[in-house]
T-cell receptor, first 113, second 116 residues
Framework: QQPVQSPQAVILREGEDAVINCSSS?????VHWYRQKHGEAPVFLMI?????EQKGHEKISASFNEKKQQSSLYLTASQLSYSGTYFC??????????????FGKGTKLSVKP | EAQVTQNPRYLITVTGKKLTVTCSQN?????MSWYRQDPGLGLRQIYY?????VTDKGDVPEGYKVSRKEKRNFPLILESPSPNQTSLYFC????WGSGGSSYEQYFGPGTRLTVT
């Protein structure tokens, strides 16, 4: 049931772009994205809901393909501050309660000068 | 300042000695949740609560108890801790409404627990 994130790790140079993917084996109600820096708590980035609604920070973009049960997080013109581990969390449409958020194992992003 | 607080931040204990990790939020959030984080496994939800006296199991509830008697507090209880409960624990809170949990979660700073 745990969503699968890919890649597991990625190294970028400042200014480069990256895409982080999150795939589920079950139909999704929502996808949440968080970033965690080393030694800190996760910080909210974005929520994508079934039906197309999105809530999040203006500088972050993401997509939610309901048919494919996938979400992607797009990081453009990366900055050093983008470094950290990115987690997607999923809520299922059926067979699970809303509020039961299941996170993937994370994608470690390193941005080099 | 809007925040989620956890206490203690660090705890070393022995197998079988009951302990409680407190979590409190000052944002009047309905939803609160506990997660554990272990290397390579991501965040795993232990329990969550949609409002006072309403709690439900997450993915790894075994060995844990929770209670939600007040809106602001959501303590995590380990009645008989074991070494496999050594982990980093996070409490989180958010709004809750007709959109379910589709609101930003605010995480506490974490509690690092070691059970020997």
């Amino acid at each position: 049931q745990q969503p699968v994130q890919s890649p597991q790790a990625v190294i970028l140079r400042e200014g480069e772009d990256a895409v982080i993917n999150c795939s589920s084996s079950k139909a999704l109600y929502s996808v949440h994205w968080y970033r965690q820096k080393h030694g800190e708590a996760p910080v909210f980035l974005m929520i994508l809901l079934k039906g197309g609604e999105q809530k999040g920070h203006e500088k972050i973009s993401a997509s939610f393909n309901e048919k494919k049960q996938q979400s992607s997080l797009y990081l453009t013109a990366s900055q050093l501050s983008y470094s950290g581990t990115y987690f997607c969390g999923t809520e299922f449409l059926l067979g699970g309660s809303q509020g039961n958020l299941i996170f993937g194992k994370g994608t470690k992003l390193s941005v080099k000068p | 300042e809007a925040q989620v607080t956890q206490n203690p931040r660090y705890l070393i204990t022995v197998t079988g000695k009951k302990l409680t990790v407190t979590c409190s939020q000052n944002m009047n959030h309905e939803y609160m949740s506990w997660y554990r984080q272990d290397p390579g496994l991501g965040l795993r939800q232990i329990y969550y609560s949609m409002n006072v006296e309403v709690t439900d199991k997450g993915d790894v509830p075994e060995g844990y108890k929770v209670s939600r008697k007040e809106k602001r507090n959501f303590p995590l209880i380990l009645e008989s801790p074991s070494p496999n409960q050594t982990s980093l624990y996070f409490c989180a809170s958010s709004l809750w409404g007709s959109g379910g949990s589709s609101y930003e979660q605010y995480f506490g700073p974490g509690t690092r627990l070691t059970v020997t």
